[in-house]
Every structure is written in C-alpha cells, then in structure tokens.
C-alpha cells in the first residue's frame, strides 16, 4: 500500500530565505509523486510531478523537488521565499497502474516579512 | 481551456437529507476523480470514474455514491447525512494514461447542521 508522510505541518521562513518541504513516501512499485498547493477556500493547483527520467524536477512559481528513491523522498524546495507562496502544500503518491492519489497531510508555509 | 468546474461551492443541508454534487472535467478528459478533504482526515479518496464506470473506490459507505455521465461529466451523491460528512469536497479530472497529473476545481463546501 502507499503512503505519504510530510514532516512538519507548519513551518515558518522570513521572506527571501530558502524554503524546505519535507516528503517521504512508502510504495511497493515504482511511484509518481506529485507536490500540490491550496490556497485558502481554494482547490489544489499542482505545482510539479515526477514520473520517470530525471530525478530533478521543476515546476512552477520557481519550486523544484529532487526524487531520491534511496531514501523515499521527494522534498520540495524554492531558493527564496515571496510572500505570495503562504499556503498549504500537498504531497501525493500515485502507484504504476493505479490512479487514485494518497496524499500527505500537508504542510501550511508560513511567509515572514 | 476552461478547468474543472464544480457546483454549487458552498451547500448547508441538514443532518438525515441528501445532496448531490456536480463536477464538469476539462474537455477532453474522461477520467473524474473525488476527494473529501476535512480537517481530521486531510484529503481521501472517494471514488474514480472512467467512460461511465466506476473504476476504483475508496474506503467510504455506500451512502457516499457517484455516476459518470456519457459526456463525461459526474454527479456524487451523498445520503442521509451525517454531522461527520461536513466537508470540501473536490473534483479532480486527468487525461487517461497513468501517471499524469490530476487537475482540480474549487471545491463544494458541504456544511451539515
């Protein structure tokens, strides 16, 4: 069965410093991973997604992930914050063959001025 | 492109009634997907359906219900309602190959007092 766990459900950064998201997944089969973004009474906007090939992955807004299968990870990063990044982050796990999505419990990103 | 269209956004019922929930997928896309997302449990899958057939289903009673209709729009259906079914309730739709990534309406805000 897979799972996804997001270490740290708050965290806080000053704007303009780095900003670390922390993904671990479980998966008896090869993984897509997704990584995910709400904004309040909003739905979830995808903000990158590793399937195969290159384990860095960039995405949107200036975020990237790197998949680490050795460790079972899939952290999302951005070098520097904006104020426009707080809000809740989502990582997800999809199985080859499966589509249903297993998601973390998310992470609320909190943008200091 | 217009994206996921979910109606209506925000719904209150009363606990013993019924609602039914509409999501319209990106044209073109034949896969749907719901997600219930609250506060206590994060974001769980409901069910998926492809080409009017319910293809996968999560962990939820059989209160809970969907259907696909042949232009590839759903409905979900939820009966005598529960206090515990207040929710958002998100709509997801994807192109139909494995590992691609889902896009997502709004949400309906389902409340029930």
């Known amino acids: 069965a897979q799972s996804v766990t997001q270490l740290g459900s708050h965290v806080s950064v000053s704007e303009g410093a780095l900003v670390l998201l922390r993904c671990n997944y479980s998966?008896?089969?090869?993984?897509?991973l997704f990584w995910y973004v709400q904004y309040p009474n909003q739905g979830l906007q995808l903000l990158l997604k590793y399937t195969t090939g290159a384990t860095l992955v960039k995405g949107i807004n200036g975020f990237e992930a790197e998949f680490k299968k050795s460790e079972t990870s899939f952290h999302l990063t951005k070098p520097s914050a904006h104020m426009s990044d707080a809000a809740e982050y989502f990582c997800?796990?999809?199985?080859?063959?499966?589509?249903?999505?297993?998601f973390g419990s998310g992470t609320r990103l909190q943008v200091q001025p | 492109k217009a994206g996921v269209t979910q109606t209506p956004r925000y719904l209150i019922k009363t606990r013993g009634q019924q609602v039914t929930l509409s999501c319209s997928p990106i044209s073109g896309h034949r896969s749907v997907s719901w997600y219930q997302q609250t506060p206590g449990q994060g974001l769980q899958f409901l069910f998926e359906?492809?080409?009017?057939?319910?293809?996968n289903k999560g962990n939820f009673p059989g209160r809970f219900s969907g259907r696909q209709f042949s232009n590839s729009r759903s409905e979900m259906n939820v009966s005598t309602l529960e206090l515990g079914d207040s929710a958002l309730y998100l709509c997801?739709?994807?192109?139909?190959?494995?590992?691609?990534?889902?896009?997502f309406g709004q949400g309906t805000r389902l409340t029930v007092v």
């Open positions: 998966s008896s089969v090869p993984p897509y």
């Open positions: 997800a796990v999809s199985e080859t063959g499966r589509r249903a999505l297993t």
């Open positions: 359906y492809f080409s009017e057939t319910q293809r």
């Open positions: 997801a739709s994807r192109v139909e190959t494995s590992g691609t990534e889902a896009f």
